[in-house]
Nanobody, 117 residues
Framework: QVQLVESGGGLVQPGGSLRLSCAGS????????MGWYRQPPGNKRGLVAS???????YYADAVKGRFTISRDNRQNTVYLQMDSLKPEDTAVYYC???????????WGQGTQVTVSS
């Protein structure tokens, strides 16, 4: 059974940093495109960043230059390094396998990120 478990969220002040982790089981995350999504309060969930199986990356305009997606194949984990955080980055963050505008599989529980002073 494929599982992707997100962790690393928390409360951080504006300008701070967090690193989110997405640990895979039943799946080799290095073999697939992987993505980080977020759902702000009262808004739809959307793609924030993705990394393909060849290592190429994509970032939403709102996070370019501040967020970095990476993958540790030995740990079978995908990371999202978030720097220069802003209050508008407050959301529940999820990882999943992107498939066009959809995902493969189901959403996990996500991890809450709150940026506030």
């Amino acid at each position: 059974q494929v599982q992707l478990v997100e962790s690393g969220g928390g409360l951080v002040q504006p300008g701070g940093s967090l690193r989110l982790s997405c640990a895979g089981s039943g799946i080799n995350v290095s073999s697939y495109a992987m993505g980080w999504y977020r759902q702000p309060p009262g808004n739809k969930r959307g793609l924030v960043a993705s990394i393909s199986n060849d290592g190429s990356t994509y970032y939403a305009d709102a996070v370019k230059g501040r967020f970095t997606i990476s993958r540790d194949n030995r740990q079978n984990t995908v990371y999202l390094q978030m720097d220069s955080l802003k209050p508008e980055d407050t959301a529940v963050y999820y990882c999943a396998r992107p498939w066009g505008s959809l995902i493969i599989g189901s959403w996990g529980q996500g991890t809450q990120v709150t940026v506030s002073s």
